[in-house]
């Protein structure tokens, strides 16, 4: 089975710097899609960014991007220029192409100071 | 457009009781699925769907039922409820696998 781990259960940035959260993931698998999905206080979920495994170019959306590392199983996603607004749970997601089994992490919480 | 409506928001159940969390999406979503998410633990996939009629159970299954006989609904059974699905309960959409996932507002349960 795939297992996501995220590796920092807490961060803290400074308003307009630029922070990474880590994520590694184990799987067997040569396709797969990896994800990032922002948890804010009002508990909805909503997608930052998406990665297809074969494509080796980072996502970029934005002030988010990401640095995958497929030979290191390794997803980070970097938030540039942070705002206020990006205090969140922050979670890293995998999914197999062929079926819609999604694996999350257990987040890392992500606080924004002014 | 409604998007991805959870029902109830908040409810309270005793030991064994059954209920039915419900879920509906207008936005012709084939995929469905259902998630809880713990405290320290992420969220877990329950049971998912890919089109009417068809199911299959995600990473903890046990204790919940679904059936998918329409689209835009799909309801979430506790067949007998215990303290350990004390939970909130995520119902999320997609069109496809590589597609967003849109998801519900969540429902809070706690099981006493």
């Known amino acids: 089975a795939q297992t996501v781990t995220q590796s920092q259960p807490e961060m803290s940035v400074q308003e307009a710097e630029t922070v990474t959260l880590s994520c590694t993931y184990d799987t067997s698998e040569s396709n797969y899609y990896l994800f990032w999905y922002k948890q804010p206080p009002s508990r909805q979920m909503i997608l930052v960014i998406r990665q297809e495994a074969y494509k080796q170019q980072n996502a970029t959306e934005n002030r988010f991007s990401v640095n995958f590392q497929k030979a290191a199983k390794s997803f980070s996603l970097k938030i540039s220029d942070s705002q206020l607004g990006d205090t969140a749970m922050y979670f890293c997601a995998f999914m197999k192409p062929d079926n819609n089994d999604m694996r999350f992490g257990a987040g890392t919480r992500l606080t924004v100071k002014p | 457009n409604a998007g991805v409506t959870q029902t109830p928001k908040f409810q309270v159940l005793k030991t064994g009781q059954s209920m039915t969390l419900q879920c509906a999406q207008d936005m012709n979503h084939e995929y469905m699925s259902w998630y809880r998410q713990d405290p320290g633990m992420g969220l877990r996939l329950i049971h998912y769907?890919?089109?009417?009629?068809?199911?299959d159970q995600g990473e903890v299954p046990n204790g919940y039922n679904v059936s998918r006989s329409t689209t835009e609904d799909f309801p979430l059974r506790l067949l007998s409820a215990a303290p350990s699905q004390t939970s909130v309960y995520f119902c999320?959409?997609?069109?496809?696998?590589?597609?967003?996932?849109?998801f519900g507002p969540g429902t809070r349960l706690t099981v006493l």
């Open positions: 999320a959409s997609s069109s496809g696998v590589w597609d967003e996932q849109f």
């Open positions: 769907s890919v089109g009417a009629g068809i199911t």
